[in-house]
């Protein structure tokens, strides 16, 4: 059956957002520019007010024209939204929220219109780092701009990258892969390795921060080759940021292309981010699992009888975003005035029993007690689980009750 989804990969960042999408039509994502046919995907994440007038530039256009004092520059955007301080732009305070909502949506416009049979799959943020702050602003955007949250997914650059990768050829998974980030003399390596005994087979990421001798770079580089690729088991790499370019590698391109294919890439996050939409929602089984540093690490559920057989009714899944995951369902008690919360990692048999005491809860029949559950990942280690007691139609009403329950995790997943 023919997708008609179309998918919307941002990689936001302070310096440069780049935008593509994947439908249909296309086998791989397409990367826009603001300059058709150009291949400059890099737009810069700020935004221009022309000086003596109520206009505004976006990306290069407002760079340019702030070095030629033309218009007042507000860059920095995502920082500043972060931050909610004030941007003063010819005397005039602005909200960077604004701001920043400004230039997405001018992004927007870059991308085909949706039309016809085709609708939005997902839009998915890629961001350097995710945490709770940042996935707010993110749905607070989404917001303003109109996009149902349930379709908005923000990810770090790791997990673009996994995305990323197993959407290539298979011969350049074959061994491990690797990423060399150089931005800002900042080098960071990442080595992605797949275990194919499991069954799906895991994913992990090994990540090191890498001192650079920017003196003798092409020396430098050789040598931490020399240092990281021991046991030659990578079968590619990818290098990614400006550090890269120019003619600087001779040494260390020599050593790096032995056996091994090499790519240079600018727009690999936002394609990774476009793949990453359509596999959260195909229906088709993904053979691979990766559990990011921002995914729940555990399955919260309740064990329940569903026409008299015993069954787990998933709350909250391990590989959920942990800032993002929430889930509701609805049971009968039986007799007891209390409900039984699991929790279990994936492919562990043990499991942890949280009992959830309902104190107060009017005497009534058995099976005459309708309860709604809740169940929302907090952030770092954390579940708060919520619980509505919703009466039995006009024989037994609500008592409006609501139960509250914070469930803090210790790293293996089970109750502290």
């Known amino acids: 059956m023919r997708d008609n989804r179309i998918y919307y990969g941002i990689d936001l960042d302070d310096s440069y957002t780049m935008f593509s999408y994947l439908d249909s039509m296309h086998k791989e994502p397409q990367t826009m520019s603001p300059v058709l046919g150009s291949g400059l995907y890099q737009i810069p994440t700020c935004i221009g007010r022309r000086r003596g007038e109520e206009s505004w530039l976006y990306g290069e256009d407002a760079v340019r024209a702030a070095r030629l004092l033309e218009a007042d520059l507000a860059d920095q955007l995502f920082s500043r939204a972060l931050a909610e301080e004030d941007v003063y732009l010819e005397g005039k305070p602005y909200h960077p929220f604004d701001l920043l909502l ?24 890629v961001l350097d780092r995710v945490d709770a702050k940042r996935v707010r602003l993110i749905g607070r955007l989404a917001d303003a701009m109109h996009y149902s949250r349930e379709l908005i997914r923000v990810i770090d650059r ?91 590698m001779k040494l260390s391109l020599n050593r790096l292309c032995r056996g091994r294919r090499v790519f240079i890439g600018k727009n690999l996050y936002t394609k990774g981010a476009c793949y990453c939409g359509r596999v959260r929602m195909s229906d088709e089984a993904w053979p691979f699992a990766y ?14 009888l569903n026409h008299g057989k015993k069954e787990f009714r998933t ?31 994936p492919r562990q048999k043990k499991a942890y029993l949280h009992v959830i005491e309902l104190s107060d809860l009017p005497r009534r029949p058995p099976r005459t007690s309708r309860l709604r559950v809740q169940a929302k990942s907090r952030g770092d280690e954390e579940i708060e689980v919520k619980v509505f007691d919703l009466g039995f139609g006009d024989f037994y009403p609500s008592s409006g009750q609501v139960w509250t329950y914070q469930i803090a995790l210790d790293k293996e997943g089970g109750e502290r």
């Not at 400004?102 to 049979?117: D, I, K, R, S």
Request: proline fraction near 1%.
């Open 102 to 125: 400004y230039f997405l949506n001018h992004l927007m416009a870059l991308a085909p219109q949706l039309a016809g049979q085709m609708v939005l799959g997902q839009m998915v943020f």
């Open 158 to 248: 790791k997990e673009s990258f996994y995305y990323f990768v197993f959407h290539q050829q298979a011969q350049i998974f074959v061994g491990d892969v690797a990423l060399f980030s150089y931005q800002e003399n900042v080098m960071r390596f990442w080595r992605l390795h797949r275990d194919q005994k499991t069954q799906p087979q895991m994913v992990t990421i090994e990540e090191k921060n890498l001192s650079v001798d920017t003196e003798n770079l092409d020396l430098c580089f050789d040598q931490i080759i020399d240092q990281n690729f021991k046991g030659d088991r990578i079968s590619s790499v990818y290098l990614i940021g400006k550090g890269f370019e120019g003619d600087w």
């Open 291 to 304: 559990l990011s540093s921002n995914d729940l690490k555990v399955n919260v559920g309740l064990q329940v």
């Open 315 to 345: 709350l909250l899944a391990a590989g959920e975003n942990r800032y993002e995951a929430k889930g509701t369902c609805e049971v009968i008690l039986d007799k007891q005035a209390e409900l039984e919360l699991w929790i279990r990692e």
